[in-house]
């Protein structure tokens, strides 16, 4: 049974840093595409942040050079490192893992297992 659980998660004032963990058990997460997404109220679910199976990292323009995706594949955890975070970051943050699916590792579509989310919220 594959399970991810998000964690890491709070509030904090703009400018702040946050690193959220997604721990995966029951499949390696080293060749698969892993990527973070967020949801913010009224919004639809957008990616943030994936490393697709090669290793490539991807980000969505609003947080290049404030957040940055890695993996400990030996622990099968995942790591975002968000900084410099706004307002506009705030949302329930979920990771996410390919199995079966494929294609680009942005895209919500594209991904069989999700985490239950972790809620980042970013005060002026």
């Known amino acids: 049974q594959v399970q991810l659980a998000e964690s890491g998660g709070g509030s904090v004032q703009a400018g702040g840093s946050l690193r959220l963990s997604c721990t995966v058990s029951g499949h390696s997460i080293s060749r698969s595409s892993v990527g973070w997404f967020r949801q913010g109220p009224g919004k639809e679910r957008e990616g943030v942040a994936c490393?697709?199976?090669?290793?490539?990292?991807s980000y969505r323009d609003s947080v290049k050079g404030r957040f940055s995706i890695s993996e400990d594949n030996a622990k099968s955890i995942l790591y975002l490192q968000m900084n410099a975070l706004n307002p506009e970051d705030t949302a329930m943050y979920y990771c996410?893992?390919?199995?079966?699916?494929?294609?680009?590792?942005?895209?919500?579509?594209?991904?069989?297992?999700w985490g239950q989310g972790t809620q980042v919220t970013v005060s002026s």
């Open positions: 490393a697709d199976s090669a290793g490539f990292t």
């Open positions: 996410a893992l390919q199995s079966f699916r494929a294609g680009p590792c942005l895209s919500v579509a594209n991904y069989d297992y």
